[in-house]
């Protein structure tokens, strides 16, 4: 459409679409290029009939990938897209993010599905508008306002660089709303969404180097694991932005997308590396892979937690229920997972996506433990499943968690501008202050969340309704009834967390996600291979075996660890707060109680405890953070870790595994 | 003729709207027919049909035999539920939904006894609608009829006129 000079739209063109900036023509909308996707031909040719009768210009196709073909040949050759929900090829919000991402096209989705939680699912993807089926011709007439405003917004953005001059514009440029008589379900949802879209672009325009009316580039998971390869194969020194653009072959992503989104990554690995060195090699051999992310992480971990150390008590209610949640989740965390982790790490441009990321993540990750372990993932697919069925304790945790982060951003922010890194984060998510906030504490406070020892209430809360499944599945799944931000930071948290955390923790995590028994062959061959390299961590004290000491019902090493941390975590705040299934829950509080005393003192006390017990398992954690007193943050996590693990999986096998039964938390030597 | 025609029709579509055959989702089809489209709706209904055949063969294999997928058996109503939902076959979209019911209840029976339902008002339906177009497209029709009509009386009474006036 040439609407440039505001004459009549004689031909609309295939060229271009019209540029924000140039004025409607009066015809406008006539010849909006619509693009419609729906398996059903019935109600297709309806809506097609519909649409023409707007006068719109109309292509129908009724499968996901000759959609997204048709988009990515015809770069520009379409204005809007409606979509089906539930296409048997592709679902239709994975082709709302592909879209989103790629094109960076409105789209508007369609189910004669109007139950709430899907609608609010379609919000939280970024869907543009819901129309609920049948379709009438009324709702299709307005569509052309969601091409209009997201134009003018991207228009604004781009040429405005404080966010708040491009907020205020943003909610002056509503007028239209008042128009719309759709029968979309959510006539408020496209303003919540566009909101956030407009905010979140207002921050990626600001890391934005040019001024260009560029399309926004949103780092996917999936574009990010393709640019960490491409980094890869090239080497770290060699890489540079048009050589990783030419491995990763992305359609519609330039070298300055790339060159930006380098620059972050490097800064974020300088991070990671400067911390700790010597983990590389225990990192890399329990994964099983070149992970330089991995051991980088729990590097960056040590860093966050002396400079978190140093920050003092740190209301970590919200850090350790968000790290509790995100280790809970199950299966995302895995040091395969931990380019996914970086990737939520500082790719936060769109939390909209962080939903979806997430739970890719979780399946991604999910195979990718199975690979590397050859776990079972039957316990990922029931958490999945769980997802459908989100408690309202649950929501309501998450509301005590947003409280209270908002609560501790001012702590977070603090540290989090330390590091480049977090600053990344902050400047790339500005749509969710409170989520993106936990999210940078989480990642950059990770070890430190149970440092000021306050498990408590938030934690309580945050087991229970979790436990019954994967904790971060409930959570992305809440996200979209509230708080969407929140569980997007918790989503990315979970694996930014196993990320961010020492090794240890993201060992235990990858345990703890592995569920129980499933994981457990491995993570103890894992862990013995570990026992020796662990000493060589130079631990103040044998913090590891404590660990693994404490849990004699390991569900997996990392239960071990983190019910040691739980039950510091709990004990030192108060153990009958928890609803702990596991048998271990007593014992734990009494081991606890000696541990309460001092957070940084646990790994002593620990130690005398369980160095004994298991020996092996205690490797596993790694005893590099308890060293820098990190101890606190992580029986934080493990804690959280151990009671959501506990809670989701049957121990018994793993006790008997090890042999732990003589070694019940009763019988530790207090 | 033709306006006995349109009277049958129009009283057609009022018994299958009150009977609840259809909703007014039909009636917005046919808003949408123009002279460009003239038979728009009984060709989507036409191939509504044609598309749905395999969604009602579909769930009654799926019906045969166990064991029982009540998740898949969902899915597939569903889809069958929209399709006919978005021409408006009203009886038709309400005995999916207590199909869906039972499969919720994961009651075999209950799914194969509404099942009956909907094949047995989706074959209904079918009749009526097909009586239905052989009615009303004459509506179309009959404005062709009534123009040929005029312009062949206006034809008559000028040439009659001429004949006149060359007597004259």
Not at chain 2, 23 to 42: I, S, T
Not at chain 2, 63 to 92: C, H, W
């Amino acid at each position: 459409m040439n609407i440039g000079s505001g004459s009549l739209v004689t031909v609309p063109s295939s060229t271009g679409s019209w540029k924000s900036g140039d004025i409607v023509s009066d015809q406008f909308p006539v010849g909006l290029r619509v693009l419609v996707v729906d398996d059903d031909p019935t109600c297709l040719r309806i809506l097609e009939k519909m649409l023409r009768n707007c006068h719109y210009e109309v292509t129908k196709c009724n499968r996901a990938e000759i959609a997204l073909s048709f988009l990515r040949e015809n770069k520009n050759g379409f204005d809007i897209v409606i979509s089906d929900v539930h296409m048997p090829d592709m679902d239709g919000f994975k082709l709302l993010e592909h879209i989103g991402l790629e094109m960076d096209l409105p789209v508007i989705m369609m189910s004669a599905d109007d139950s709430k939680d899907v609608v609010m699912k379609g919000v939280t993807h970024g869907a543009y508008d819901y129309l609920i089926k049948p379709v009438r011709i009324e709702a299709l007439k307005n569509i052309w306002q969601h091409v209009v405003r997201k134009r003018k917004y991207e228009w604004k953005d781009n040429n405005f660089d404080q966010s708040g001059s491009v907020e205020e514009g943003d909610r002056q440029q509503k007028p239209s709303e008042d128009v719309d008589y759709s029968s979309s379900a959510n006539e408020g949802n496209w303003k919540n969404s566009k909101k956030r879209k407009e905010e979140e672009e207002e921050v990626e325009d600001r890391d934005d180097t040019s001024n260009l009316k560029k399309p926004r580039v949103v780092w996917s998971v999936e574009l990010h694991q393709q640019f960490v390869q491409a980094v890869h194969q090239l080497g770290i020194d060699k890489a540079v932005p048009k050589k990783i653009l030419e491995l990763m072959n992305v359609p519609g992503l330039t070298r300055e997308n790339v060159a930006s989104h380098l620059q972050k990554y490097r800064l974020y690995l300088r991070r990671l590396s400067g911390v700790s060195q010597h983990q590389n090699g225990l990192n890399n051999s329990f994964m099983g892979r070149p992970d330089t992310t991995f051991c980088t992480i729990s590097s960056l971990n040590g860093l966050d937690l002396q400079a978190l150390a140093a920050a003092g008590q740190i209301p970590a209610q919200n850090l350790a229920t968000l790290q509790a949640a995100a280790l809970g989740k199950s299966a995302t965390k895995s040091a395969i997972s931990m380019p996914l982790d970086q990737r939520n790490f500082f790719s936060f441009e769109n939390s909209k996506l962080r939903f979806p990321e997430g739970q890719q993540q979780l399946n991604n990750s999910n195979k990718q433990i199975d690979l590397l372990h050859g776990i079972p993932t039957t316990m990922e697919s029931k958490q999945l499943a769980n997802l459908h069925h989100p408690s309202q304790s649950f929501m309501g945790m998450n509301m005590q968690v947003n409280s209270t982060s908002q609560h501790n951003n001012s702590v977070l922010m603090r540290l989090s501008q330390s590091q480049p890194r977090t600053q990344l984060l902050n400047g790339a998510n500005n749509g969710s202050q409170v989520s993106r906030l936990p999210l940078s504490m989480q990642q950059s406070l990770s070890p430190v969340l149970t440092q000021s020892g306050i498990v408590d209430n938030a934690r309580g809360s945050v087991y229970n309704p979790v436990s019954q499944a994967s904790s971060m599945v409930d959570f992305s799944v809440n996200q979209s009834k509230e708080l969407q931000s929140y569980n997007f930071s918790l989503g990315s948290n979970s694996s930014g967390l196993s990320s961010l955390t020492n090794r240890g923790m993201l060992q235990e995590e990858v345990n703890s996600d592995i569920k129980g028994s499933r994981g457990f062959p491995s993570n103890y061959d894992i862990f013995n291979e570990l026992q020796p390299k662990s000493q060589n961590w130079g631990l103040q004290n044998d913090g590891s075996t404590f660990d693994t000491s404490l849990h004699p019902c390991m569900q997996g090493t990392q239960d071990v660890s983190s019910q040691l941390l739980l039950q510091q975590g709990i004990s030192s705040t108060h153990n009958s707060g928890q609803n702990r299934n596991a048998p271990i829950e007593k014992p734990m509080y009494s081991n606890g109680d000696e541990i309460g005393h001092s957070n940084t003192m646990c790994g002593s006390q620990l130690n005398s405890g369980g160095g004994n017990m298991l020996a092996v398992k205690a490797e596993r954690f790694p005893d590099a953070d308890y060293q820098n007193t990190n101890i606190r943050e992580q029986f934080g996590r493990d804690d959280l870790m151990s009671a959501f693990l506990r809670q989701q999986a049957s121990v018994g096998p793993v006790e008997t595994e090890f042999g732990f039964d003589g070694y019940t938390l009763d019988n530790l030597p207090v | 003729m033709e306006s006995q025609k349109k009277r049958q029709a129009a009283y057609m579509k009022k018994n299958l709207l009150d009977q609840g055959y259809l909703d007014e989702q039909f009636a917005h089809l046919e808003e949408l027919q123009d002279d460009a489209n003239p038979n728009f709706v009984e060709e989507v209904v036409k191939s509504f049909y044609t598309d749905s055949a395999r969604f009602i063969r579909n769930i009654e294999v799926a019906l045969e035999n166990g064991p029982y997928d009540f998740t898949k058996l969902d899915n597939m109503m569903y889809q069958f539920k929209g399709s006919s939902s978005s021409i408006g076959a009203r009886r038709v979209k309400r005995q999916c939904s207590m199909f869906q019911e039972c499969c919720y209840a994961k009651n075999i029976e209950g799914c194969r006894n509404t099942f009956q339902g909907v094949k047995q008002e989706y074959a209904t339906l079918k009749t009526k609608l097909e009586t239905y177009f052989q009615v009303s497209p004459s509506l179309n029709n009959s404005n062709k009829h009534l123009y040929a009509t005029t312009l062949f009386v206006c034809l008559n009474i000028f040439s009659k006129k001429l004949f006149q006036a060359k007597l004259l």
